[in-house]
């Protein structure tokens, strides 16, 4: 996104020597928005990929909960990145983020991204926090993590590439 913020600080450059509405969209802000939607079309992509990996048990119950929230947010997603485009590709102040209509602006953005924010805080705190890990105190040994199948079982009867589960055994130090 570095190169976002490129386009965004070129726009701005630009926009001290313009005498018309500054308001406008200009070519760097409508290449800034090319990249923005190219990075939603990825990030969808990548949403898709992972879903379908979702049908072939590759997941525990904790992953598949934190694969929920870009299930749910996909389309609040899509509205916030749509409002953008349609100023962009129109030029009408109405849809412009600053000067234009409030409503637009409360239901294409303000909602759609309390939405997003909201469904991602509970996905993520349904998911048990990972364990702390301890100190060595002493000689009595400290907690490593390992697979299961570095201990010479299968997991769970299923092929090892699919179903690496982790857990902590003690390992005693030297």
């Known amino acids: 996104m570095l190169f976002d913020l490129g386009l965004s600080i ?7 020597g313009r005498k018309d509405n500054v308001l406008i969209p200009t070519g760097w802000t409508i ?9 939603f079309c990825y990030t969808v992509a990548l949403f898709v990929y992972f879903w379908l990996g979702r049908s072939r048990h590759l997941y525990g119950p904790e992953e ?11 389309l ?5 990145h ?25 239901f294409m953005i303000l909602i759609p991204e309390v939405i997003i924010i909201a469904v ?10 990972l364990p702390k890990e301890r100190k060595n105190t002493g000689g009595e040994g400290h907690l490593e993590l390992s697979s299961s199948a570095s201990h010479g079982r299968p997991p769970s009867g299923q092929d090892p590439p699919q179903q690496e589960r982790y857990q902590l055994r003690r390992r005693a130090t030297p």
């Open 10 to 16: 070129g726009g701005y450059v630009t926009m001290a």
């Open 64 to 74: 598949r909960r934190l694969l929920l929230a870009p299930a749910i947010c996909t």
């Open 82 to 106: 749509v409002e953008p485009l349609i100023f962009v590709g129109t030029a009408d102040l109405f849809w412009n983020q600053v000067v234009g209509n409030g409503f637009v602006y409360l």
């Open 31 to 39: 290449a800034s928005s090319v990249v923005v939607a190219f990075v």
């Open 120 to 129: 991602s805080i509970w996905c993520i705190r349904g998911v048990e926090p």
């Open 76 to 80: 609040p997603l899509l509205v916030r």
